[in-house]
T-cell receptor, first 116, second 110 residues
Framework: AQSVTQLGSHVSVSEGALVLLRCNYS??????LFWYVQYPNQGLQLLLK??????LVKGINGFEAEFKKSETSFHLTKPSAHMSDAAEYFC??????????????FGQGTILTVHP | NAGVTQTPKFQVLKTGQSMTLQCAQD?????MSWYRQDPGMGLRLIHY???????DQGEVPNGYNVSRSTTEDFPLRLLSAAPSQTSVYFC?????????FGEGSRLTVL
């Protein structure tokens, strides 16, 4: 069985500061890993994905994440926060054969607040 | 470019009533799924389908039925609504690399 743990249900940063959202996963098979963002009253939008190619993955809106197998982590970072980054972020995992079946296991979510 | 369309966006039911949440996608994706989102619990998979005529259970299937008669449509049925089914429901379709979500259906069961 797969699982995802997001450390910190709420993260608060100042505008211009580093954003770091933590995600650890558990999987018995090589994983595919994803970060999604959800703005209020909207669906989820894919930020970036790791599918066993480069371990450092760049996504939209200046976000990136690094897959570290030894630490079973896939933390999301952005060098400089913008007010528009305020949203809820979800980390998700599937097995390498599961992606196309829509069978993702999601973490609990982290709400990012950005202060002026 | 509609993507994944869910209806209705809001619904209030009484305990014991039945209803169907509709989901349609126009991207010709074989794979579709339903998730529910509850505060502090992320999204949990209810049912999924890998193609027309094929469905399977996810993590929390009890109280829900699905069918997939066409590639485009994947309705979710609540046969006898319970307050525990108060939630936001998301339909999604997938290609080989990305899950595309609808905007959600907020259901309240009184």
């Amino acid at each position: 069985a797969q699982s995802v743990t997001q450390l910190g249900s709420h993260v608060s940063v100042s505008e211009g500061a580093l954003v770091l959202l933590r995600c650890n996963y558990s999987s018995s098979v090589p994983p595919y890993l994803f970060w999604y963002v959800q703005y209020p009253n909207q669906g989820l939008q894919l930020l970036l994905k790791y599918t066993s190619a480069a371990t450092l993955v760049k996504g939209i809106n200046g976000f990136e994440a690094e897959f570290k197998k030894s630490e079973t982590s896939f933390h999301l970072t952005k060098p400089s926060a913008h007010m528009s980054d305020a949203a809820e972020y979800f980390c998700a995992v599937s097995d390498a054969g599961g992606t196309s079946y829509g069978k993702l296991t999601f973490g609990q979510g982290t709400i990012l607040t950005v202060h002026p | 470019n509609a993507g994944v369309t869910q209806t209705p966006k809001f619904q209030v039911l009484k305990t014991g009533q039945s209803m169907t949440l509709q989901c349609a996608q126009d991207m010709n994706h074989e794979y579709m799924s339903w998730y529910r989102q509850d505060p502090g619990m992320g999204l949990r998979l209810i049912h999924y389908s890998v193609g027309a005529g094929i469905t399977d259970q996810g993590e929390v299937p009890n109280g829900y039925n699905v069918s997939r008669s066409t590639t485009e449509d994947f309705p979710l049925r609540l046969l006898s609504a319970a307050p525990s089914q108060t939630s936001v429901y998301f339909c999604a379709s997938a290609n080989t690399g990305e899950l595309f979500f609808g905007e959600g259906s907020r259901l309240t069961v009184l």
